[in-house]
């Protein structure tokens, strides 16, 4: 009788290796020269699109998924690109180009924006995931399933 391997499932815990590129090379994640990492599906430690990649698959088994922009973290919306005035950024921000600010809406929620351009009134953010319009390749090796 041939026995059959548990399936990961939208639910599961699981230990795996994962690496995250764009399709041009750059590496964005990888724990393949690290430590495996531990997820519990569903609760938002990986993308829920690159989590879907994962249903199905067995320990031991290797796979590369090309998974594409409107796939993976969305197109990039020119709407979450916003003028805002320097005195509506936090205090506690340090407000330079090419960096990531952190804000908290009046309702309390937290979201960041990168600085795309300053002036001496406003900033240019974008509210994009820095991966949003980006074509991705998730590459992963399942170790094990609790």
């Known amino acids: 009788m041939q026995e059959t391997k548990p399936q990961i499932q939208a639910d599961s815990f699981l230990t795996l290796h994962y690496r995250l590129t764009t399709q041009d090379g750059e ?3 990888s724990t393949f020269d690290l430590g495996p990492a531990t997820i519990q599906m569903g609760n938002g430690e990986l993308n829920e699109n690159l989590e879907a990649c994962l249903v199905g698959l067995i320990p031991g ?5 090309e998974v ?3 796939a ?3 197109q990039h919306n020119p709407g979450l690109v916003q003028r805002i005035a320097r005195s ?28 795309r351009e300053i002036d ?4 240019l953010m974008d509210f994009n995931h820095p991966l949003a319009g980006k074509s ?4 992963v090796q399942i170790i094990g399933l609790l």
């Open 27 to 29: 590496e964005v994640v």
């Open 88 to 115: 509506a950024i936090p205090v506690d921000q340090d407000l330079q180009e090419n960096t990531l600010i952190e804000f908290t809406s009046p309702e309390g929620a937290e979201f960041a924006g990168f600085v």
């Open 72 to 74: 993976g973290f969305g």
């Open 120 to 123: 001496a009134t406003h900033a």
């Open 68 to 70: 594409p922009a409107e």
């Open 61 to 65: 088994e290797h796979a590369i998924f």
């Open 136 to 139: 991705l390749r998730f590459e």
